[in-house]
Each structure stands twice: as C-alpha cells, then as structure tokens.
C-alpha cells in the first residue's frame, strides 16, 4: 500500500477538487436547475467528500473520471429519493431519461456547460459585482472567505451577495443558455472580471500557507482563452488580451519565491527563468487584441505586464510607457491599487520623490489602510531615499498585515538590511 498523499500533491488535489467542483455545478445547475442548487452542491459535496476518503492512501490512476462517475451516480440517487420532493425540469421525472445525467456530466459537455454557466447565472436582475461573486463561487470553486479578501471586503458582504443571487437564479427556474450576442457582450464584463480576481487570487492571493497558487493562474487563463471558443458572439479582442495579461504575469511565477519560500522583488528575479513559451504566447494574444478599435482596461494591464515581460532588466524598462499605460488604465478604472504600481513606477521615472508624493497622496484610501503591499511600497520609498529610520516603521506596519509567512519574512528580511 503506498503511504498517504505527501503535502505537495495535497495542493494538486486541491486544485483538482476546486476545478471539478466548478465543472460538476455548473453541468448538474443546468440539467436541475438553479431552484435547486442546494440540491447541486450536495451531489458535488457527496462526491469529493467520498474522494477524499477513497484516496487517502492511493489516489487512482484517472483521478477526474473517478470523480465524475461519482458524482453521476451520486445525482441519479437524489433524482430517485428527491423526484416526488423537489420540483424537476422536464425529461428529469422520469427513469427512462436518467441517461440525461450522464450525457450532462460527460467530458465532451465540459466546455460548453462552463461556457453556459459563466454567462447564464449573470443575469440583468444582479449587479456586477454579484455577478462575479457567483461565478468565483459556483464556477471557480473559491470560497466565501477567499473572494471577500479577493474584492477586499468581509465574508459578509460575500455572503449576502451569494444569498442575493441564489434567490435571484432560483425565481428564474431554469438556466437558458445564453446564445444571443448582444445579451453575451452585455455579460462579458462581469465574466472578465471573475477571471481577473481568480488569476489575481492565485498570482499573490490570500491563502496563508500557500501564496502562489499556479493552479488557479492556469484556470483563469483556461477560462479566459475558453472564451475564445465561444463563437463572435462574445468580444475576442477583450479576451485576447485578458489571456496574454495572464500570460505575461504567469511567466514570471516561477522566480516570485526564493528557495526559503519568501517573496523576491521584481528587481532580484533571475529572469532568465521566466517562461518565454508564455511570454510568446501573450505577444500572439496581445497582437490579436490590437485588432480592435478600442482600447480596454485589459489592453491596457496587459501593455504594462508585457513591459515588464520583455525587459531585459529594471533599468532598462520602459517606465514612461507604462506610466503613461497607468494614466489611461486610472481614466478608465480608477482604483486605489492601481494607483499605487502608478506611484511605485513614477518612482522609477522621475525619482523617489516624485514617487513618495504619490504614495503618500493615497494615504487617505480606505481600501489601502489594511493593504500590506501599500505600507511595504512606502517603506521601499524611504529605503531607497536614505532614511531607515522613515522606513522600519513603515515595514513593521506590513509585517503586521501580513497574509502569510512568504509576505511577513520578506518584509522582515528588509527591516534586517536596514541596520537601524
């Protein structure tokens, strides 16, 4: 018998488990119905829990039909207790047509129930930001707990959302799939927006003791570029250049930790082990995107992660190109964090004072008081000006917000080298 799961295939199951959670709601929602999505999640709960159990000494050779055939037998038990309690869709009701179940669940319905469910459950009744809270949830398997410190606000809020869009999707009774194009495009950004937090999530997420969580940077991308199947009715332009945003910043992850499992500053990357399959990717997903004619948030982020991806080295960056991306990214979204890399790359442009007067500009910002990287960017300012003493405190307040051991250690790390 081989001994149990060692820590770091712990994680690939993990992955493996939120991935086909994901797939296995969004296929069993449309075949019950979103009126019974209670129903949905328990059928999913039932089947990971029994992997966990089953695997806990050897996992088996095909760990994803394992789980799907698991969780078909799973649904066609709670179609046969539940039928005469809960209200079913046509075709559902009777014993001849539980092969539905299984035609529903197969690997070839795979894309195009994950297509379906990022578009049907953002319906016109619910805000952007349910929207995205839904789809990170249901499709993307985060918890509550993950996408609030993802939108940088508390479970309750996330909860509230969640209940919102529940009952919401429940009155609709059914999730039609969503096939005319404008109603897609009306859609799409709420879709982009789910996948930029996911990648975001895994890139320099909040999980404590896993900081970088590839896993979900390669889902986000999968999505991203998924929806590049999904025929001209959705905007390919925008989701070019989503997908080479992924891939540039995906390139670098594997230099984000040094071997202690501590947080390294772009500065002191090795670059030459960033992937340049994926860089070469993004550049063919960034010069699709520019077949627009309109220039979008993520043509924008992507510009500036491709400065960064196809620079040889900090100084020899194009820091004014990508000041002036953050100009035209801050018109068109303003946001706090972006406002922040704006500050730290003007820093770079015109000098550290220059940078610490926009640092300190944002001093007010209620979302950047509990930020970590805000005080650590701070305190990198005073560093690099000369003044420790400025600095220290300022790292401390990092280290106080830290989110895991990879943050805390790197902001410790730089206290030491002050020598004050």
Known sequence: ???????????????????????????????????????????????????????????????????????RNRAIDVLRRERRRV??????????????????????????????MMFSICDGGLGQETHVTLILRWLCGLSPQEIARAFLVDTQTIDRRL??????????GRLHDVEDADQMRAREPSVHQALYLLFSEG????????????????????????????GRSTDHVQAHALAALFCF????????????????????????????SLIDRGVVHLAEAAAGDRLGRWHLEAGIACE?????????????????????????????VLALNRALAVAQLRGVEAGRAALVALA????LVGYPFFWAARADIERRAGRPTEARPL????????????ERRAYERRIEQLGV
């Open 87 to 116: 209200s079913l869709p046509p075709g559902l009701d009777a014993e001849g047509e539980l092969g539905v179940v299984a035609s529903a669940l197969s690997p070839a319905e795979e894309t195009a129930s994950e297509l379906a």
């Open 395 to 406: 790292y401390e307040r990092a280290v106080s917000l830290s989110r895991s051991r990879a």
């Open 249 to 276: 910043d995906s390139a670098r992850l594997p230099t984000r930790l040094d071997d202690d499992g501590i947080f390294l500053p772009l500065a002191e990357q090795d670059r030459a082990r960033w992937d340049r």
């Open 308 to 336: 960064h991806a196809i620079a040889p080295s900090v100084d020899e960056t194009d820091w004014a190109r990508i000041v002036d991306l953050y100009d035209q990214l801050l018109g068109l979204n303003p946001s706090p």
């Open 364 to 367: 007010h910002e209620e979302k």
């Open 203 to 230: 890139y320099h997420g909040s999980d404590s003791t896993h900081p970088l969580r590839p896993g979900l940077c390669a889902d986000a991308l999968r999505l991203a570029e998924l929806l590049l199947l999904a």
């Open 1 to 71: 018998m081989r001994p149990p799961v060692e820590l770091a295939d712990h994680q690939l199951v993990e992955d493996l488990f939120r991935r086909e959670s994901g797939h296995l709601v969004a296929a069993l929602t449309r075949l019950f119905g979103p009126s019974n999505l209670t129903l949905v999640e328990d059928v999913v709960q039932d089947a990971l829990m029994a992997a966990m159990q089953a695997w806990q000494f050897e996992p088996p050779r095909d760990p994803k039909a394992w789980i799907l055939q698991t969780a």
């Open 163 to 172: 209940h919102r869009g529940r009952a919401r999707l429940a009155e609709l």
